[in-house]
T-cell receptor
Framework: AQKITQTQPGMFVQEKEAVTLDCTYD???????LFWYKQPSSGEMIFLIY??????QNATEGRYSLNFQKARKSANLVISASQLGDSAMYFC??????????FGQGTTLQVKP | DTEVTQTPKHLVMGMTNKKSLKCEQH?????MYWYKQKAKKPPELMFV???????INESVPSRFSPECPNSSLLNLHLHALQPEDSALYLC?????????????FGSGTRLTVV
């Protein structure tokens, strides 16, 4: 069975600063994918970044980077230079061989001006 | 076209009503998904269709009935729902089922059962 854990229900960050959102996972699948999504209050699920389990390098997409530590089973999201529009719920998710995408409990991020 | 379109955006229905949610994509994706999301909770997988066949049913009550008429369209038929079924229903699609495929989500249907 797969499991995703996000231990930070809520986070605050000052505008223009960097913030790290934590995610740990557990799976018995030999290959898997890790995803981060942003969900504003409007409800749409916005894809941010993807890391495959066999990728040697950490994924980066603009201001988003994924700190992947396979041995520790962690996949933390780093947002650099936070903006007011980054305020939202953030979900870590993973899939495996079945194709099921399962989500962690989410972290609410609030960016302060 | 890189979107998943869900209609309606909002739906209010009585417990004796029958209604349907619609999801459409034209990206050639062969896997489609229904998720249910309660407020401040993560999305929970309900159904997965792969090549127009139901491949995963996460023990969803029979008052929710999925249908995949063709590779672009996914419906969720609703009948005799309960107030606790009020939630955001998200549809997603991917090129296939498996590790290497990303998912595209629709913007959801906010369902209220009265």
């Amino acid at each position: 069975a797969q499991k995703i854990t996000q231990t930070q229900p809520g986070m605050f960050v000052q505008e223009k600063e960097a913030v790290t959102l934590d995610c740990t996972y557990d799976t018995s699948d030999p290959s898997y994918g890790l995803f981060w999504y942003k969900q504003p209050s409007s409800g749409e699920m916005i894809f941010l970044i993807y890391q495959g389990s066999y990728d040697q390098q950490n994924a980066t997409e603009g201001r988003y980077s994924l700190n992947f530590q396979k041995a520790r089973k962690s996949a933390n999201l780093v947002i650099s230079a936070s903006q007011l529009g980054d305020s939202a719920m953030y979900f870590c998710a993973m899939n495996g061989n079945t194709g099921k995408l399962i989500f962690g409990q989410g972290t609410t991020l609030q960016v302060k001006p | 076209d890189t979107e998943v379109t869900q209609t309606p955006k909002h739906l209010v229905m009585g417990m004796t009503n029958k209604k349907s949610l619609k999801c459409e994509q034209h990206m050639g994706h062969r896997a489609m998904y229904w998720y249910k999301q309660k407020a401040k909770k993560p999305p929970e997988l309900m159904f997965v269709y792969s090549y127009e066949k139901l491949s995963i049913n996460e023990s969803v009550p029979s008052r929710f009935s999925p249908e995949c008429p063709n590779s672009s369209l996914l419906n969720l038929h609703l009948h005799a729902l309960q107030p606790e079924d009020s939630a955001l229903y998200l549809c997603a699609s991917s090129q296939g089922q498996g590790v290497d495929y990303g998912y595209t989500f629709g913007s959801g249907t906010r369902l209220t059962v009265v």
